[in-house]
């Protein structure tokens, strides 16, 4: 609120002390407050003086009043006693029952339901703790006993909904418990016990938040005001919002300033004290999807991953046979088919009887072959339902038996599967984890390719592994280069040309002058950028990165860690694509799988964040962090000629446009 | 059908002055619009928007405000300082009183309609009474310094809120002392530009909503003196706002020509907490949006691009109909273009001159969409310029082109054109008779030998022209119950036999020009009439209503025709009556009784009567499709009209001879490059 003034202010008299909260009958527009715990004060806006304004003592100690929008006031008393505000003026010296005995009251809320306002208040007592239900005109209570844990309840918070009280509590191990209390109850049971469930815990990678008040937005969300306190850190005061469906965190705030630790929340306002001020924050809650949840609702870079396998994507010499055999299938299918289900007839009918998870714990102890051939013809049952849910499980069977048996790696066969099968990340988490400590460059290309839905994470472990390989061994791989086949200009093809000129019978002199002018212009063309940085398979792994969808938020952190001689290597792989991709009008690289240059732009930026003070120090990237300047320097200016020449030209357009009219002509009109 | 050779005409240099200000007649569907050049209109929303009322303007007469009161009084205020009261019926100004505060910027009625409270130069708001022929002083209250810019009442008539610059004041209406005074700066530190508060409204909860020159709509709570909410809705002013009768929808009009509603919401299904929330943008307008106004129905603005926009608001509409059509107006409803025939000039009519042209000529000819080479350019003969601040109200030319007439408020003139060779003579009649003025319509006979003046209270005076360069009063018409109401259109017959003309309260009188007496008049229909005009030949009476129906009246036999009948028991195409604009000009092709020539603003109709009416399940506008069709499968696909829309926006058009068209179209760019720039709006690129 930035334009804070007091509308009103009134006091009491010295000595005397407000004991609870004021609140305003919204009926009638007044306030009521209650001083010394027994005496209650109302009055209008227009009064001024509190003392001359109308006083009732009342004959037990008031814990708290709750106002309802058309209920009028509730007035809660220490003792657990109940009356609306009308009834009490009516005889304020009535007597007041006490229900809690020695408990002490802890926490009220007040809702309406239907016509009738409904109390609901905790007392504790010794550690254990209870709950009180109260519909204040039917005269009825109830009482429970909070289940009991080793942490204590600090606050709670509860709404009504289909008639239901449900109870939400913020308990000192960090946790937020939910319990459902009915509200039609007839039968007068003693003292129920109130089982909960645990709703959220209250923290995120590593820092815990410790809740002092929260709300309930809607059903999916809740606000948290606490110290979020990371360990080995200083707390730090936050309004947090978290998603209660997935568990997660969707939005936090730091208050530097310091809270009184309280929060309120009215019509989707946020009111709480920061500093020394009253501040107040509007928010706005979606509807809650996983998507939102994990924060890659608005990522739209996940490239188009064909559902549909693509048979072009093999043919690499090795998987000949297999990819022949592969081929067949959607081809000619028909009759192999029939044929192999006739010869395994005996065992189809086994396995339709025996579920896949039963399967595969059968085979858990089956020798290496026996359990391939197995996995092998299972997956052949194309026309099995939910078969992706099937190929999971055998992914999962493979990778586990991968863990168990760190010389087990069947390559070429968990190739096979992820280039036929639609496969996404989630459907085999530990696939690519073992295929990145296997250093199968070739399986996490293909990985990489397909899946939609690679965690930043190891989409980052990915890069470091491409990075971290020697190009020596990146030659004995097997890596799709297509990608880069169009484009790249690979330094040996420059050699063999200038073999090729040595040959064809040049004199040592000149020989030794192109040497030199080849050095020079090695040299020359690196800073420049325009000799590839890397080799043809390296460069391919890289582009499989470059193409896979991912959110900056989420890979901004990991890419922090990529070693600085790395990220110069690939910073320079990405100025390299960029002058590139530039060199054509339509600013496309050639080639199937190439990637675009907006890919390029992001992870050019990304990468410069991530990275900008160490490549700042580096000396090494001094020339690079220049040419690169230059580049975009001279491309920003380039555009923005072709800009004003648009403009230009748009505007001659529009007076073309304009000349065509002219004031005056005789034309022949034609009416049928 | 045939061809026609089309007089292509794009040099009538018109410009529609701007949109200064609106005002809804409450509870009734009428609405007053003030331009920046004085002129005064009406339309009425039950006769399907028409503009029903037009009161030329005053070179020193300015509208800064307009206001109903009294039930249906309309009144002006302007920089002259007067507070003016319109003569609806008469189509003049009754009567001026003067302010007594120097210039007038704001005006407001209260919600009984029994005073006015004016906002002047000096500071002072000044409240005068409404009282039977006229208003009367009142008294003056609390004066500070400031041009008062706008003005609102409470809608209990106890307090007035009044926007100044800088600052807003609440004024109590029984003490006349100002209650509050805020400054609308307060949160806007480091400012040192002036905050015009541009328009203010006063809710009846209590609650004064503004907007000003820094783009924001704000809703202030006038007891505490305290700001509810701001919403900047743009980088430039927000010039004008207006609150829906149940104070729930705002509409704001900006320089930049977009204009917004706010609505008031509950912030959640079903809660009680209501909140004014930005809900619709338009951009209708490409200039300032000076006056908006919030009919029950529709948001309404007008802006300096001369555009009146009727935008309905799609979930107060019960069924699709004429209310459900986002309108546009931008030219009169009438004429302003008149034709010599014979002598093939045109006479274009400004708010204070008039040009003669004369059409140019080709000697070629062509197939359908052929530009032909002239032989001859359009010539610009003579222009006229009327003396004196008042604006022209009509003018007419004779079918030989040898006689000009227009009238103004207070005078009437009369010229004889002389051509000789290249040269051109005028001469003014002098001694023209006295007569009853304004004339609202002038309109000579076929043979340009008398003179018909459409004037107040139904009256039509017969002048008769005498060579040379003289006239003669011949006859007075006058309805014979009498009327209140002024003549608005004539038509007279081509033998001289008939003339018909229509008032204010929409009835046709018929009068015999032969004996000078009241022939008939035509059966009452509930809508006004746009256009009509008698067949040479058959001497029916063809009448274009405000609807959109057509009617055919046998002035001889005294009713409607057979294939007027017709038309109604078939009922005109759906596509027909949705048209938004009315038919402004009906002409006949004499050679070609069967035809009926009519326009609007974005068409040319042939109605062809020998020919079927199309049913609602035929194409309306289907030219083009016969034109791809073979001759021998045309005939199957004929229907009675034949509508041409490649002339846009067309302004008039009239048969000069067999097949010879002549159209008048002022294409909107030509226009609104003389406008004043608006706001420099960034585009990207440029």
């Known amino acids: 609120v930035s334009d804070q003034k007091p509308l009103g202010c009134w006091s009491v008299k010295h000595g005397q002390i407000i004991t609870c909260p004021v609140v305003c009958n919204f009926e009638t527009h007044e306030y009521i407050a209650v001083h010394d715990d027994k005496v209650l004060r109302i009055w209008k806006n227009k009064d001024i003086n509190l003392d001359k304004v109308f006083k009732a003592t009342l004959s037990a100690d008031v814990y708290r009043i709750h106002s309802l929008p058309n209920g009028g006031p509730v007035v809660l008393f220490k003792g657990g006693g109940v009356r609306t505000l009308d009834v009490l003026l009516e005889a304020p010296q009535q007597e007041i029952e006490n229900i809690v005995s020695d408990e002490v009251i802890k926490w009220s809320q007040a809702f309406m339901e239907g016509q009738q306002p409904v109390l609901i208040f905790a007392t504790e007592k010794d550690g254990d703790f209870f709950v009180y239900v109260q519909k204040v005109k039917m005269n009825s209570l109830h009482k429970y006993k909070l289940e009991q844990q080793e942490s204590k309840p600090m606050n709670f918070t509860a709404y009504i909904k289909n008639q239901f009280i449900t109870l939400l509590c913020l308990y000192s191990n960090d946790a937020v418990y939910k319990a459902l209390i009915p509200l039609q109850q007839n039968a007068e049971e003693e003292e129920q016990i109130l089982s909960k469930s645990l709703l959220l815990n209250l923290s995120v990678s590593g820092s815990v938040l410790k809740g002092t008040s929260f709300v309930v937005l809607d059903k999916d969300h809740i606000a948290v005001l606490g110290n979020l306190a990371t360990s080995g850190e200083e707390s730090k005061e936050c309004l947090t919002i978290w998603n209660t469906k997935f568990q997660t965190l969707q939005t936090s705030k730091e208050l530097p300033l310091g809270t009184s630790g309280q929060l309120w929340c009215y019509e989707e306002k946020f009111f709480f004290t920061h500093g020394k001020v009253l501040t107040v924050i509007i928010y706005k809650c979606e509807t809650s999807s996983l998507a939102a949840a994990v924060g890659k609702l608005k990522d739209s870079r996940a490239p188009d991953v064909s559902t549909f396998v693509n048979w072009d994507t093999l043919g690499e010499a090795e998987l000949a046979a297999s990819f022949q055999s592969q081929q067949s299938v959607p081809l000619k299918s028909e009759p192999k088919m029939t044929l192999r289900s006739r010869r395994n007839a005996v065992t189809k009918v086994q396995q339709d009887t025996l579920s896949v998870g039963q399967l595969l714990l059968n085979l858990k102890d089956a020798s290496t072959t026996v359990f391939e051939d197995e996995l092998r013809q299972l997956m052949s049952k194309a026309q099995m339902p939910d078969i992706q849910a099937t190929i999971g499980c055998v992914m999962t069977a493979i990778t586990d038996r991968c863990k168990a048996n760190p010389k087990y790696y069947p390559q070429s066969f968990l190739v096979q599967i992820v280039q036929t099968r639609d496969l996404s990340y989630s459907l085999c988490p530990d696939l690519m984890v073992v295929a990145l400590e296997k250093k199968d460059v070739h399986l996490l290309q293909i990985c990489l390719q397909r899946f939609p839905d690679i965690p930043e994470e190891i989409t980052y472990a990915c890069l470091e592994l491409f990075l971290s390989l020697s190009e020596a061994y990146l030659q004995s791989t097997d890596v799709n280069l297509e990608s880069v086949i169009c484009y790249i200009d690979v330094e040996f093809n420059n050699k063999e040309v200038k073999s090729e000129i040595v040959e064809n019978g040049f004199n040592a002199e000149l020989e030794k002058d192109s040497c030199e002018t080849k050095i020079t212009k090695e040299t020359h063309l690196t800073a420049a950028g325009e000799l590839c940085p890397v080799g043809p398979q390296k460069a391919a792994l890289l582009n499989a990165v470059l193409q896979s969808a991912y959110s900056e938020t989420f890979l901004l952190p990991h890419l922090k860690n990529l070693p600085a001689q790395q990220a110069v290597l690939f910073l320079r792989y990405l100025h390299y694509l960029h002058v590139k991709c530039s060199e054509k009008i339509n600013t496309t690289l050639p080639g199937i799988r190439a990637p675009t240059v907006n890919q390029i732009m992001d992870w050019m930026c990304l990468l410069i964040d991530a990275h900008f003070t160490v490549m700042v120090m580096l000396p090494e990237a001094k020339g690079l962090l220049s040419n690169l300047h230059r580049f975009v320097r001279a491309q920003v200016r380039f555009y923005s000629e072709l800009n004003k020449i648009e403009g230009s030209l748009r505007e001659l357009q529009r007076l073309n446009h304009q000349k065509d009219i002219q004031t005056y002509s005789i034309e022949v009109l034609e009416l049928i | ?686």
């Open chain 2, 1 to 686: 059908m045939g061809e026609f050779e089309v007089h292509r005409v794009r040099f009538f240099a018109l410009v529609p002055a701007g949109v200064r200000c609106l005002a809804c007649l409450p509870r009734a569907a009428r609405l007053a619009l003030a331009r920046t050049d004085g002129a005064v209109e009406v339309y009425n929303f039950s006769a399907n928007y028409f503009q029903e009322k037009v009161i030329p303007g005053h070179e020193a007469r300015s509208v800064e405000a307009l206001c109903w009161a009294a039930g249906e009084r309309l009144f002006g205020a302007g920089l002259s300082g007067e507070i003016i009261e319109y003569d609806l019926a008469g189509l003049r100004v009754s009567r001026c009183v003067d302010g007594g505060g120097g210039p007038i910027w704001s005006m407001a009625a209260n919600s009984s309609g029994t005073q006015l409270a004016i906002g002047c130069e000096d500071g002072s708001v000044k409240l005068f009474q409404v009282v039977p022929g006229g208003i009367q002083f009142e008294r003056n209250l609390d004066r500070r310094k400031g041009r008062i810019l706008c003005l609102s009442w409470h809608p209990s008539d106890t307090h007035i809120a009044a926007g100044s610059i800088d600052v807003l004041r609440v004024l109590d209406v029984c003490s006349g002392q100002t209650v509050k005074r805020i400054m609308v700066n307060y949160h806007v530190q480091k400012v040192k530009r002036e905050c015009i508060v541009w328009s203010i409204a006063f809710l009846s909860n209590g609650t004064v909503v503004t907007s000003d020159s820094f783009g924001r709509v704000q809703f202030w709570d006038w007891e505490q003196g305290t700001l509810q909410e701001s919403h900047t809705v743009s980088t430039s002013a927000a010039l004008s706002l207006a609150v829906s009768e149940k104070e729930d929808s705002i509409i704001v009009g900006t320089s930049s020509g977009a204009t917004y509603q706010f609505q008031l919401l509950p912030v959640k299904m079903g809660s009680l907490e209501k909140r004014w929330v930005r809900t619709k943008p338009f951009q209708h307008h490409t200039h300032d949006v000076r006056a908006v106004a919030h009919s029950s129905t529709a948001l309404i603005s007008g802006g300096l691009d001369a555009q009146l926009v009727i935008r309905p608001l799609m979930e107060k509409m019960q069924k699709k109909g004429y209310d459900a059509v986002l309108r546009k107006f931008t030219f009169p409803h009438r004429r302003l273009v008149s034709c010599a025939r014979k002598a093939r000039l045109l006479l274009f009519q400004f708010s204070q001159h008039l040009e003669l042209w004369r059409l140019g000529s080709t000697e070629e000819t062509g197939k359908d969409g052929q530009v032909l080479p002239l032989c001859r350019m359009p010539e610009h003969l003579l222009q006229l310029k009327s003396k004196g601040p008042e604006h022209i109200y009509c003018s007419c030319v004779s079918p030989c082109g040898s006689w000009v007439a227009y009238s103004t408020a207070s005078r009437f003139h009369l010229y004889q054109v002389q051509y000789e060779g290249n040269s051109i003579s005028v001469k003014k009649v002098p001694k023209v008779p006295k007569l009853l003025l304004p004339a609202y319509q002038l309109q000579f006979s076929t043979n340009s030998d008398s003179l018909f003046v459409a004037s107040a209270r139904g009256s039509v005076h017969v002048l008769q022209l005498l060579e040379p360069g003289g006239c003669k009063h011949l006859h007075t018409f006058r309805p014979p119950s009498g009327s209140p109401e002024a003549v608005y259109l004539l038509a007279s017959s081509a033998d001289g036999h008939w003339l018909a003309a229509v008032g204010g309260d929409w009835t046709i009188h018929i009068y015999n020009l032969k004996c000078f007496k009241h022939h008939c008049t035509v059966p009452m229909y509930s809508c006004a009439v746009t256009a009509l005009a008698i067949h040479p030949v058959t001497n029916n009476l063809v009448i274009a209503y405000s609807d959109q129906q057509l009617f055919e009246f046998s002035i001889p036999e005294k009713q409607y025709t057979a294939w007027s009948r017709m038309v109604q028991n078939c009922g005109l195409h759906k596509v027909w009556l949705e048209r938004d604009s009315p038919i402004t000009h009906i002409t006949f092709n004499p050679k070609k009784p069967s035809h009926i020539l009519l326009h609007d603003v974005y068409m040319f109709c042939v109605i062809d009567k020998s020919l079927p009416l199309p049913d609602n399940s035929a194409l309306l506008m289907n030219q083009s499709t016969l034109k791809q069709l073979p001759e021998t499968a045309r005939h199957r696909q004929l229907h009675a009209f034949k509508i041409c829309k490649k002339f846009q926006p067309l302004l008039f058009a009239d048969l000069l001879d067999e097949n010879c068209l002549v159209m008048v179209e002022r294409p909107v760019l030509d226009f609104k490059t003389q406008l004043p720039l608006p706001i420099q709006q960034k585009k990207f690129g440029t």
